[in-house]
């Protein structure tokens, strides 16, 4: 139980145009998903938390309009890379939670190799 | 604030038990964890424990808490070479209206014929 999935699994684009990762839960309803990236040989980087049918709340130094999140469904996020630029390549990583007040284990997704030319 | 340290490197011989040490700063975690990366992955959630336990063992795994001095380890016996990998230790903490996790940098395991 408490799979993750992410898709795709990795990407290559241009500079300058929009890629989106789409992250989902597949035996669970998970009412929070978090987005990180995680550069070479470094730790995880939180940046947004999202919880379903409301707005991302993102971490500081995180550009919303940049990084374009929704979580429309119990069973989907996701997040939008605008304008990416080769700066923006990293590892992109998701996690969901469901709802049980009791449960806080974040369960991850395989992550998402982003590419920008 | 918050703040979760480990050492980057362990190097083991296969066979021996491995033990990695974590520390964190926040008293108000609730849980804390383990994952493991293996090269190019996702992470892997290895096991857990609520803040209010001693002990937690799960198979090879033994995860010791004290609370008091704030210290998280993980020991794994036996080590084989398909436990290297990196080790993240993490802690939930209350932010808002939501919990999120603190992470440590990584615990980089060797494991060595």
């Known amino acids: 139980g408490a799979v993750v999935s992410q898709h795709p699994s990795w990407v290559i684009c241009k500079s300058g145009t929009s890629v989106k990762i789409e992250c989902r839960s597949l035996d669970f309803q998970a009412t929070t998903m978090f987005w990180y990236r995680q550069f070479p040989k470094q730790s995880l980087m939180l940046m947004a938390t999202?919880?379903?049918?409301?707005?991302?709340?993102?971490e500081q130094g995180v550009e919303k309009d940049k990084f374009l999140i929704n979580h429309a469904s119990l069973t989907l996020s996701t997040l939008t890379v605008t304008s990416a630029h080769p700066e923006d390549s990293s590892f992109y990583i998701c996690s969901a939670r469901d709802g049980a007040p009791s449960q806080e284990t974040q369960y991850f997704g395989p992550g998402t190799r982003l590419l920008v030319l | 604030g918050e703040d979760v340290e480990q050492s980057l490197f362990l190097s083991v011989r296969e066979g021996d038990s491995s033990v990695i040490n974590c520390t964190y700063t926040?008293?108000?975690?609730?849980?804390l964890y383990w994952y493991k990366q293996e090269p190019g992955a996702g992470l892997q959630l290895l096991t857990y424990i609520f803040s209010n336990m001693d002990m937690k063992q799960d198979q090879r795994l033994t995860v010791l808490l004290n609370k008091k001095d704030k210290h998280l380890s993980l020991r794994i016996a036996d080590t084989q070479t398909g436990d290297s990998a990196i080790y993240f230790c993490a802690e939930s903490i209350i932010a808002g209206n939501n919990r999120k996790l603190i992470w440590g940098l990584g615990t980089s395991l060797a494991v060595n014929p």
């Open positions: 926040d008293s108000s975690s609730t849980y």
């Open positions: 999202s919880n379903e049918g409301s707005k991302a709340t993102y």
